[in-house]
């Protein structure tokens, strides 16, 4: 059903909560996961490359997910992009015939997000794959 799932990620717990689930359902249906970070350009100085602060943040996103999925034996692709995150994210999409995103509800952008508007509402609405929604873990305090 599922050959090419995509894993946006922006390092945050959240996305990392989102990567959980991204790797049980390439594991269960044998597909390779693509790990996206997006250097946004609204909040960012870089404009076409990252900048050696947002590659290392960038790379360690990535990493912590790609090893999740070695870990259960998925195969992982790897990439770090610059632009705008819900147009690099279809953009992505359509390249790599990717057939379901798997992210996070909320990020790490905080008042950003209110100011800028969901990434994952602005994918939901423009992707032509489905798009599977995790929203945080909730604490059972």
Known sequence: MFDHILVPTDGSDHAAHAA?????????????????YVV???TSHADTAPDDETETRGE??????????????VPVETEIRVGLPHEIIVDYEAERDI?????GTHGSSGI?????????????RL??????????VRDET
């Open 20 to 36: 959980e689930y991204a790797v049980d359902l390439a594991a269960m249906y044998g597909a390779a996961l693509h790990v996206l």
């Open 60 to 73: 360690t996103a990535v990493g912590k997910i790609a090893s999740l999925a070695a870990n259960r034996d």
């Open 127 to 136: 992707s032509d794959v489905p798009v599977m929604c995790v929203p945080p």
């Open 99 to 103: 057939d379901l995103v798997v992210m």
């Open 40 to 42: 946004d350009v609204r």
């Open 112 to 124: 950003e997000r209110y100011l800028i508007g969901s990434v994952a509402e602005r994918v939901v």
